[in-house]
């Protein structure tokens, strides 16, 4: 292709002046294509945009959506625990809310009170989550809890509890299990006398391990 053009190149040369310019405008053109095919060969470069062959876009957005797939959904962690779907859910909902590890959650429920949401002590403790009556009015006052068997209830306020202490103790969990078991004086005073875990605390970290290892009843 190269020798051609340079054969019309010189033909060019003989024609008349009026048509000399324009020919040799269009011969020189068709010598700088070949020229620059024959460099980029030569480095082994892919030729200039000029000489290749143009992609329609549309191929490459229907391509694009042969292969899209829609987003995976969100799936959250779930553990066998002997609550209902519906509790379940409002469990994580308020976890959420209040800052709380769902795990230490369920851990509490498990030792406090079984997934019992009629549980009742001797000592004034109520529900899942064994909230003592001494905390009714405050938890009244803020979260307009008023029945401490009902489940929902019962449930927000022991999460708003947990995630109360662990701001207060810096995510401390042991602090934080200490407190929501003995209150937060009961806690101080083991603390000052040198006791910074106790039978619960250990029962809570073990349940908490058992969710974890796929187990429920590690009491």
Known sequence: ??????????????????????LAAAAAAQLLVVGNIAAAFAFQQKPP??????????????????VRQDPVPYEPVTYQVP???????????MCDL?????????????????????????????GLMQINSINAGWLKDELGITDLLDARQN?????????????????????ALMAYNLGATGAKKAWSA?????????????????????ERDVS
């Open 155 to 175: 449930i927000q306020a022991g999460c708003y509890m947990l995630g109360m202490y662990l701001s207060e103790y810096e995510g401390n969990v042991n602090c």
């Open 1 to 22: 292709m190269r020798w051609n053009a340079l054969v019309f190149w010189g033909r060019c040369r003989r024609m008349k002046a009026q048509t000399l310019v324009p």
């Open 83 to 93: 609550l209902d779907a519906e509790l379940q859910s409002y469990t994580e909902k």
């Open 194 to 214: 040198g006791t910074y875990s106790t039978a619960y605390t250990d029962k809570v970290w073990n349940a908490m391990v058992g969710l974890l290892e796929g």
């Open 49 to 66: 945009v000029e000489t290749l062959v143009t992609v329609p876009v549309v191929a490459e957005i229907e391509q694009v959506e042969c």
């Open 98 to 126: 209040y800052d709380v590890p769902l795990e230490l959650a369920y851990a509490v429920m498990q030792v406090e009170s079984g997934f019992t949401p009629a549980a009742h002590s001797s000592t004034g403790d109520y």
